[in-house]
């Protein structure tokens, strides 16, 4: 039985007492987890399995594989406390869903262009389209609209489309439903001010980058 996915029932919580319910190796995995790994372009979270570092986070199917170093000795069964850098994951959740109100605004009013690319890190998010021209020309209508996204501290209710298969979802209402399995913050004031900048990646490629104004 696959990983229980703690970090979409709670994603602000930040430690869990689990067991290890598989080794092989320098590879376990867990019963229960908050550790996201790499999905849907989002990065994976760092932490630590019982004071040892996560040294990759891999998703196969509905289970999550965690590396550690070879000497870690654990066994199945071991009770584990595991535990998530804060800092990071809550960067990584307020530029996840500032890329994800970027895409959306861009497909309502735009017609919705080719998305061909995205990555969200800690450092900076971004979106890639196939665009005809300069997407630079759209930032000052985007910077109004998301400004008033953001200070309206919209409710974002994240939830399963289907359990079984574990697909997830987004909402805002009055602006968008969204399929997507990340970890997301709860409102959109949450983000706060963000700066865009343009980037051409190749011969009808634009790309938005979305940073936060903390962030250098």
């Not at 654990?74 to 530029?95: A, C, F, N, P, S």
Request: glycine residues 6%.
């Amino acid at each position: 039985m696959a990983c229980v996915k703690k970090f979409w029932e709670d994603p602000y919580l930040e430690q869990l007492e689990t067991t290890v319910t598989s080794v092989q190796d320098d590879i376990i995995t867990l019963k229960e987890t908050i550790l996201f790994a790499f999905s849907g372009g989002q990065q994976s979270d760092s932490g630590t399995i019982n004071g040892l570092e996560v040294l990759e986070a891999r998703k196969e199917d509905k289970e999550i594989y965690y590396k550690l170093a070879k000497d870690h000795g654990l066994k199945v069964g071991d009770l584990v406390h595991t535990e998530i850098d804060w800092d990071k994951r809550y960067k990584l959740m307020k530029l996840h869903f500032a890329a994800e109100l970027v895409l959306e605004w861009v497909y309502q009013n735009y017609n919705h262009p080719e998305k061909i690319g995205a990555n969200i890190s800690e450092d900076k998010a971004r979106v890639d389209f196939y665009w005809d021209g300069n997407i630079n020309s759209v930032f000052p209508e985007l910077n109004r609209a998301f400004a008033q996204l953001v200070e309206a501290n919209l409710e974002i209710e994240s939830n399963f489309s289907d359990v079984q298969n574990e697909v997830r979802y987004w909402r805002i209402d009055g602006f968008a439903k969204v399929p997507c399995g990340g970890t997301h913050i709860k409102r959109t004031g949450e983000i706060g001010a963000v700066r865009f900048k343009r980037s051409n990646t190749g011969k009808g490629k634009e790309r938005i980058e979305i940073l936060l104004k903390t962030q250098n």
